[in-house]
DNA sequence: TATGAGGGCGCC
DNA sequence: AAACGGCGCCCTCATA
């Protein structure tokens, strides 16, 4: 029987009618056998059952808001999109929806007729794309193209954070997300009603949110982050040699990539060498061509041709664990991460090229996305573990997981003695000899806001 | 008024 | 055209 759930939080009944049975006896018995076929046992018993009451205890816990903050925010941005409106409208001769991509489309290519070379067209309609990328291409072509992204940050700001979050904060002023723990086919977490792992972070607007969120009177937020987890399990993943060396260096990784590809010591490496290493270091862990790299470097295809060729003959490691997984995944049809949890594809039976072309960059990116998921479930747990032991559980609370990240709020007093504890277990899930000495490292940080945190340490 | 498609974009 | 993995949610607009 192949299982396709398909379901994140199935309901006892859909369980039954999934399973054929009447019993939930009968069903737990058929899901075990599915589990133990899939050699998956391991993975439900020592990673996702241990997580269970922790992902529990954080969905009820909360995150307290400022609502002061967030009124304030409100306000202003609502001035400045009133503005924008003005102006834009003035510009272009006619008043209009701004936040309708139709509408926006037929301001700017029909009646301004403004158009870059490469103006890309819509998936499925055709209309030329209004896209953040696509309207770079024109921002020095008319003063207008620069209001319009203004409004689209902020509209965005507004309309998915800024008024709604708020609105949902319980009596005592906390947010209660939905993390959902069997939520993707990668074995990451997701959050719902409302999403907060897409808190902004990027922009100073963005950033000005994050300070809504606020750490509990005579609490701290602490936070963990994974330094680049993902690039360090693809060295320790593929084996590659050099990519080891350079996280054994403990120097920085695209500085240090970027050297070795363009062929010059580390103290030559230009901005321009260090972002390009920065860009192909996250491409390659999502399966991406040549012609994706071309776009996102801006350079000609010769050239990205050129760099794609350099990174892969000094990587040669990382290219040939890259291509043992796309055929693995296409001969078993699932890719495992270094756990053992299992993505299945169906993608490499298609007929079509394209389709098989999606199945191979998802098999790339499966192992290393799932065994970082794998390692901070695994971190959740332990920790959890830990503040039980220690009689930590009113002092210190889990609120958030960012998938690589996690927010604890944590007791004043007791931040300089917990945070080290709690970055000691986040870095020892896989221990050096694990890792074909690959240090897996977490960078701490502590504030009374989310937006506004200061290194630990 | 409700729903879904489409375009778009926030995060890691 | 898409061409880079994993998510959830917003607004618009056509349709029921």
């Given at each position: 029987m192949v299982i396709e759930f398909g379901q994140d939080r199935p309901q006892t009944e859909e369980i039954l009618e999934f399973t054929k049975t009447k019993k939930a006896d009968e069903a737990r018995q058929i899901l075990f056998e599915e589990l133990k076929k899939k050699n998956l046992l391991k993975i439900f018993e020592e990673i996702e059952k241990p997580l269970l009451p922790v992902v529990k205890e954080m969905n009820e816990r909360g995150v307290l808001l400022d609502k002061n903050i967030f009124k304030k925010l409100s306000e202003k941005y609502r001035a400045r999109l009133a503005e924008l409106e003005k102006q834009i409208w003035k510009l272009a001769g006619v008043n209009f929806n701004v936040s309708s991509p139709k509408q926006l489309g037929e301001v700017l290519?029909?009646?301004?007729?403004l158009k870059a070379k490469n103006q890309k067209k819509t998936a499925?309609?055709?209309?030329?794309s209004t896209k953040e990328s696509e309207l770079e291409k024109l921002r020095e072509v008319h003063q207008i193209i620069p209001l319009i992204l203004e409004h689209r940050e902020l509209a965005k700001l507004l309309g998915t954070y800024i008024v709604p979050l708020p609105a949902l904060v319980d009596k005592t002023g906390r947010l209660h997300t939905t993390f959902i723990q069997a939520g993707t086919t990668t074995g990451r977490m997701a959050s719902r009603e409302p999403n907060l792992q897409n808190i902004p972070n990027k922009t100073d607007v963005g950033r000005e949110i994050r300070e809504g969120f606020v750490a509990t009177p005579g609490f701290e937020l602490v936070s963990f982050d994974y330094s680049q987890i993902e690039l360090r399990i693809a060295a320790f993943l593929s084996g590659d040699k050099k990519l080891i060396e350079i996280f054994k260096a403990g120097a920085d990784v695209h500085a240090a990539v970027a050297s070795r590809v363009f062929n010059v010591p580390l103290d030559e490496v230009s901005k321009e060498m260090r972002r390009r290493a920065k860009v192909i270091n996250f491409g390659v862990m999502y399966g991406m061509g040549v012609n994706a790299l071309r776009q996102q470097l801006g350079t000609d295809r010769k050239e990205a041709q050129k760099f794609y060729e350099n990174y892969f003959q000094t990587f040669v490691g990382l290219a040939k664990y890259l291509d043992e997984t796309r055929a693995a995944a296409a001969r078993r049809g699932f890719t495992e991460t270094y756990f053992g949890r299992r993505r299945y594809f169906e993608?490499?039976?298609?007929?079509?090229p394209f389709i098989r072309a999606a199945a191979e960059r998802m098999a790339i990116n499966a192992p290393i996305q799932g065994t970082e998921a794998d390692v901070i479930k695994i971190a959740m747990a332990q920790v959890a573990e830990f503040l039980r032991k220690e009689k930590l559980l009113e002092k210190v609370f889990l609120l958030l997981q960012v998938h690589d990240e996690l927010v604890y709020e944590t007791a004043e007093n007791l931040v300089s003695a917990v945070a080290p504890k709690i970055k000691e277990i986040m870095e020892n899930v896989l221990p050096l000899s694990e890792t074909k000495e690959v240090p897996i490292v977490a960078d701490v940080s502590v504030g009374d806001n989310w937006g506004m945190m200061k290194k630990f340490g």
């Open positions: 290519f029909v009646k301004l007729g499925k309609t055709g209309m030329l993608g490499f039976k298609s007929p079509l």
